[in-house]
């Protein structure tokens, strides 16, 4: 069972060596389910622009932590699995924010290839996006005071402040709180009731929940 691993993500979703996936929940997850359905996992790295079309060409079986509104194209659809949230991380000196409104006009570190409905319907054309390729980056970009703002995933942010707690960053925003689902490819040679079934067992038995909580 193939599952792509999109470079943009960074721990606790994903750690990449030498441009392998060799870490994280979603590898963790992928090996869960392609286990379950007796199995091997494979994963092929691929930027995030190239997600959607490499499972509509059938190069690859899934990707997990994605969204129907994310990827352009036909999928089937498994049913949500791992909880999460946007949220808004500012540097120790940048002023507090109480609401999304307030970034109107502010360079707000972004990812490529990421849609964001919440801050795009709130701030309309005066959603000033600074995309990077990955969190890490933006992170990086918010330590050195390129940028006041970036936004981050709830669970990204959580995993950071556990393993860095001295950065001086904080959480002023959480919006738009989604369950990410797995998209699976129309082409693929996994049955859709088969790859149900094994994410059905996982939840059943708690399986999923134990590997989440490696990484909260």
Not at 61 to 88: K, M, Q, R, T
Not at 165 to 176: K, Q
Request: proline share 5%; with cysteine; aromatic share 8%.
């Amino acid at each position: 069972m193939v599952f792509v691993a999109a470079t943009n993500h960074t721990m606790p979703l994903a750690s990449f060596a030498d441009g392998k996936l060799s870490g994280g929940l979603l590898k963790e997850l992928g090996e869960a389910i392609a286990q379950r359905a007796g199995r091997q996992a494979r994963f092929v790295s691929v930027p995030p622009r190239r997600v959607a079309s490499t499972l509509a060409e059938g190069s690859a079986d899934a990707v997990c932590y994605v969204l129907p509104e994310w990827l352009d194209g036909n999928f089937n659809w498994s049913v949500p699995l791992i909880p999460d949230a946007g949220v808004v991380v500012a540097r120790a000196d940048a002023a507090l924010l109480k609401q999304l409104s307030q970034l109107a006009d502010r360079p707000l570190g972004t990812v490529a290839g990421y849609h964001y409905a919440a801050l795009s319907t709130t701030l309309g054309p005066r959603f000033r996006r600074d995309d990077a390729p990955s969190m890490e980056h933006n992170i990086r970009k918010l330590l050195l005071g390129r940028m006041q703002y970036a936004v981050l995933e709830k669970t990204t942010f959580a995993y950071l402040q556990r393993k860095q707690p001295g950065l001086g960053l904080r959480a002023d925003l959480e919006f738009d709180p989604f369950k990410a689902q797995c998209a699976f490819s129309l082409r693929s040679h996994i049955d859709i009731a088969e790859a149900d079934r094994a994410i059905a067992s996982l939840l059943q038995d708690g399986s999923i929940e134990r590997v989440l909580s490696h990484y909260r």
